[in-house]
């Protein structure tokens, strides 16, 4: 095992990051660190990373079945129904019945619209630090990469 401690500006490694020998653990850990930095941009605007991630997504897709927005994004039932219902408490999602009364759709509020475009700024300032961080070629490596990984292991 070795300690690589990053020495890229902007980072505050806490004595380094340790290299660990399984893929999940560090994928795991870089999403944690990676949402705690989103986290802390995105205060200001009231709403958290995971939070901000399924209002984009339903913007971006529109009308979709849970069943659906959990594969999109990868997310087992029981953290999404949990997450869903936060947002629904806030009336910035709204659910209704699809073709097959067992479906559940979802779609945004006119109220989550605009709690997505308010927090967009905050999110765009984390986006940007991130890709100052990493540098443009770390950051197309990270983005390629990470969708790769999270296609292939899907497949099996």
Not at 76 to 82: C, V
Not at 97 to 106: E, S, T
Request: glycine share 8%; proline share 3%.
């Amino acid at each position: 095992m070795y300690i690589h401690t990053m020495k890229q500006p902007g980072l505050k490694p806490q004595g380094g990051i340790v290299s660990l020998p399984c893929a999940c653990a560090n994928l795991r850990r870089a999403a944690r660190i990676v949402t705690q930095r989103y986290d802390q941009e995105l205060q200001p605007a009231g709403i958290k990373a995971t939070q901000f991630t399924l209002l984009q997504a339903l913007t971006r897709v529109g009308n979709i079945s849970q069943g659906a927005l959990g594969d999109l994004l990868g997310l087992d039932s029981t953290t999404l129904t949990r997450t869903l219902a936060l947002l629904r408490s806030k009336g910035w999602i709204q659910t209704k019945p699809g073709k097959d009364r067992r479906q559940v759709r979802l779609t945004l509020t006119a109220e989550g619209r605009r709690k997505y475009l308010s927090a967009m700024h905050y999110w765009q300032s984390a986006q940007k630090q991130l890709r100052r961080v990493l540098g443009e070629a770390g950051w197309k490596q990270m983005m390629e990469s990470t969708i790769l990984t999270a296609a292939l292991a899907q497949q099996q």
